[in-house]
């Protein structure tokens, strides 16, 4: 996926705007912007990372003070880490467990009932293949798009310019480093479509919820 702004011939584009973008920047050039975003995150994340753990409320209101766009019910569990925190866009119910990294450079975008195991990094940051071209500390990013009704193993990494679809869930250790389609279980190194999730699966945990409600039931639980 390419995510390049079109400019006019001589339009002078400062190293945010690049990095945002797609095309490559220097992390060395001065840009006050980016700077300003950087100790934002940096505030950010010694508040977040020294909450007491059970204290979900202040969590979700600093997500929501820094990330672009958060649904409701949004639930990310401490220690956690990221670039800069402004191009996260979750939906409703996202919740990402212990030790989530998010290198977010450029868009990372998530949809709604997303859940990330322990250990999961989302990447969006990249370096030049070219050994000579990266000894001169030139990046790019390349965002990410998760789709609705998404789970995703521990010790996953999502690549730079990945979209996953929806309905989807990704094997624990996959290395994702291309797109993966809707209504699919994935898993691997690097990351590749195992089977369908197809109407035999959903009948399967159909019955399994029939049967948990119908136990909370003789026992006189409700949800």
């Known amino acids: 996926m390419r995510y390049y702004f079109r400019h006019n011939k001589g339009f002078k584009m400062s190293q945010y705007e690049r990095m945002i973008s797609g095309r490559l920047y ?11 975003l950087s100790n934002k995150r940096n505030e950010f994340l010694d508040e977040f ?27 990310i569990n401490k220690p956690f880490h990221c670039d800069y925190g402004c191009h996260i866009s979750v939906g409703d119910y996202f919740f990402a467990n212990f030790n989530c990294t998010m290198l977010d450079v ?3 975008t998530i949809g709604n009932h997303v859940f990330l195991a322990p250990n999961v990094s989302i990447f969006t940051a990249g370096h030049p293949i070219s050994a000579k ?24 990494v999502i690549n730079p310019g990945v979209t996953i679809g929806s309905n989807v869930v990704i094997g ?3 290395v994702v480093t291309k797109d993966i389609p809707s209504g699919v279980i994935a898993a691997g190194n690097p990351c590749r479509v195992i089977r369908v999730i197809d109407e035999q699966e959903e009948k ?14 003789k026992e006189g639980i409700s949800l």
């Open 49 to 75: 990372n020294q909450t007491s753990y059970g204290d979900f409320k202040k969590r979700e209101e600093l997500i929501r003070a820094l990330f672009k766009q958060v649904g409701k019910n949004a639930c």
């Open 204 to 217: 399967k945990w159909a019955l399994k919820a029939e049967e948990f409600y119908n136990d909370l039931k």
């Open 172 to 174: 624990s250790g996959s």
């Open 133 to 156: 071209i990266r000894q001169e500390d030139l990046e790019y990013g390349l965002p990410v798009v998760i789709g609705n009704d998404v789970w995703i193993g521990g010790n996953c």
């Open 106 to 108: 450029a868009p990372i």
């Open 26 to 36: 220097s992390w060395k050039i001065k840009d006050e912007k980016r700077e300003a």
